[in-house]
């Protein structure tokens, strides 16, 4: 069974950067896609970023191009979002999630990390 743990949440001031990590365990990851989403209180989760296991693609929802990029170390099974130049608006509880066919509708999710950003 899949297990994602995140950490590297935090609070930070606008303009500010964080890096988040999610660690994979449990699968045979070599064909999962694994993504970032996030959400706000009151609001419904969103897409964030997503990266393919070989690093090869990489997708991004509009409000954070230029701004975030997803990464992964094969080695330590770990995916990587870093977060620059953060707004207000990135208040949200992160979490990891990963699927072999659909990333946009992933089966397997992490437990999730708070990112605060004070304006």
């Known amino acids: 069974q899949v297990q994602l743990v995140e950490s590297g949440g935090g609070l930070v001031q606008t303009g500010g950067s964080l890096r988040l990590s999610c660690a994979a365990s449990?699968?045979?990851?070599?064909?999962?896609?694994v993504g970032w989403f996030r959400q706000a209180p009151g609001k419904e989760r969103e897409f964030v970023a997503a990266?393919?296991?070989?690093?090869?693609?990489?997708a991004y929802a509009d409000s954070v191009k230029g701004r975030f990029t997803i990464s992964i170390d094969n080695a330590k099974n770990t995916v990587y979002l870093q977060m620059n130049s953060l707004k207000p608006e990135d208040t949200a509880g992160y979490y990891c999630?990963?699927?072999?066919?659909?990333?946009?509708?992933?089966?397997?999710w992490g437990q999730g990390t708070q990112v605060t950003i004070s304006s």
């Open positions: 999630a990963a699927d072999q066919r659909n990333i946009r509708n992933p089966g397997s």
């Open positions: 449990g699968g045979t990851f070599r064909s999962y896609f």
């Open positions: 990266i393919s296991w070989s690093g090869a693609n990489t």
